[in-house]
């Protein structure tokens, strides 16, 4: 089946650091990926919608200089977390959908900021 | 996109069926109803979609009424494994690639020997 390959699955910063993280569409092209933050006891949070070869489209009250998103092939998708704080630590995960039923998700990078 | 309503929790033991019920009062003619799986540490999987009557798959059943403002994500003989938290969304038809999928609370689903 389709999958979307995120990387890394985990990674700890320091503060003030900035972050890349890689969503991957394996077997298929994606015009558009999706990226979502979770907290701990909580649901999937929409931040942007990533699209090839332009700009992402970010949900009301994300930063979008603070969660840079670029999507410069049909491919790949990369979320970076500039100037991370700890208040920036969660649970990252990316989608995009593969053309048949439901759309697939990322495994998610896990992000902690010290 | 109609918003949808889930129970925060349900308990349930190994063996028995389980039925999650979601309400989506406001769904539109075109809207299908698609349920997600997770589990922790991991993100969603798709696990059935259907837009009305009787969907079944080697997963789960989902069943939706004629009024299609609820629907029932039926899971026969729960594992161990079958914890984790499932959500209810409703998805717009056709072109779904660009469209955003709003996550509401998700069901937690808790399963004991």
């Known amino acids: 089946g389709a999958v979307v390959s995120q990387h890394p699955s985990w990674v700890i910063c320091k503060s003030g650091t900035s972050v890349k993280i890689e969503c991957r569409s394996l077997d298929f092209q994606a015009t558009t990926m999706f990226w979502y933050r979770q907290f701990p006891k909580q649901s999937l949070m929409l931040m942007a919608t990533s699209n090839e070869g332009s700009k992402a489209t970010y949900e009301q009250g994300v930063e979008k200089d603070k969660f840079l998103i670029n999507h410069a092939s049909l491919t790949l998708s990369t979320l970076t977390v500039t100037s991370a704080h700890p208040e920036d630590s969660s649970f990252y995960i990316c989608?995009?959908?593969?053309?048949?039923?439901?759309?697939?998700f990322g495994s998610g990078t896990r992000l902690t900021v010290v | 996109l109609a918003k949808t309503t889930q129970p925060i929790s349900m308990d349930s033991y190994e063996g028995q069926e389980v039925n999650i019920t979601c309400s989506h009062n406001?769904?539109?003619?075109?809207?299908?109803i698609t349920w997600y799986q997770q589990f922790p540490s991991q993100g969603p999987r798709f696990i059935i979609q259907g837009y009305k009557t009787k969907v079944t798959n080697e997963v789960a059943s989902l069943f939706i009424p004629a009024d299609r403002k609820s629907s029932t994500l039926s899971l026969p003989r729960v594992s161990l494994s079958d914890t984790a938290v499932y959500y209810c969304?409703?998805?717009?038809?056709?072109?779904?690639?660009?469209?955003?999928?709003?996550f509401g609370t998700g069901t937690r689903l808790l399963v004991s020997p």
């Open positions: 406001n769904i539109a003619t075109n809207d299908y």
């Open positions: 989608s995009a959908d593969p053309g048949a039923y439901g759309y697939t």
């Open positions: 969304l409703v998805v717009r038809g056709g072109n779904t690639g660009f469209q955003k999928l709003v």
